[in-house]
């Protein structure tokens, strides 16, 4: 199972799409590895400056609709290979979020209030999150204060994050 602990890193907006996660220009690398440099660059948020807020950040929290447009797979491999193995948003686009989770990465829904009252407590301060998949809690920390959030993951989908992803779960079990 990936290491889902580490900071996070908070885009105040919905319907991030797959274009802006990874451009399309960059579909024709061959190597997961190739895509890291290019992750978030063309999201357009005041303040935001890939380069410096991807690196060292280990969840991506958000607002609705993440991951809509195509259906490349590409957008997980990239947040992947920068260290995000988690994504938290009101919703997610259905073919990312399944992207997601074959890749043994987690796709959280939260309910919208409780989104944005991670926003107003944490999203100004650096904050570090701790995630247990099994226990189905998640604990935010920064500036002194914390916050714990219980959720579920169908049972299918834990099974994967468990596994490390499709393939692997597959390869353990045909």
Known sequence: ????????????????????????????????????????????????????????????????????GSSREHAPWALEVNGINIVIAENFAR????????????ALELPKE?????FRKFSKHETEIQVDPEAGQLR????????DVDFSLGGFDLTLVKAGGW????????
């Open 1 to 68: 199972m990936r290491n889902f602990n580490g900071k996070v890193l908070f885009l105040d907006r919905s319907d991030i799409n797959t274009d802006e996660i990874i451009p399309a220009k960059y579909l024709t690398e061959v190597s997961k590895e190739a895509l890291k440099p290019f992750c978030l660059e063309d999201l357009k948020i005041p303040g935001f400056a890939a380069s410096s807020d991807v690196p060292g950040k280990a969840a991506i929290i958000t607002r609705a609709n993440f991951g809509c």
């Open 140 to 147: 935010l920390s920064a500036n002194g204060s914390s916050m």
């Open 114 to 118: 409780t989104l944005d009252e991670i």
């Open 167 to 174: 393939l692997e779960f597959a390869d353990s079990k045909y």
């Open 95 to 106: 073919i990312f979020r399944q992207n997601m989770y074959n890749n043994g990465m987690i």
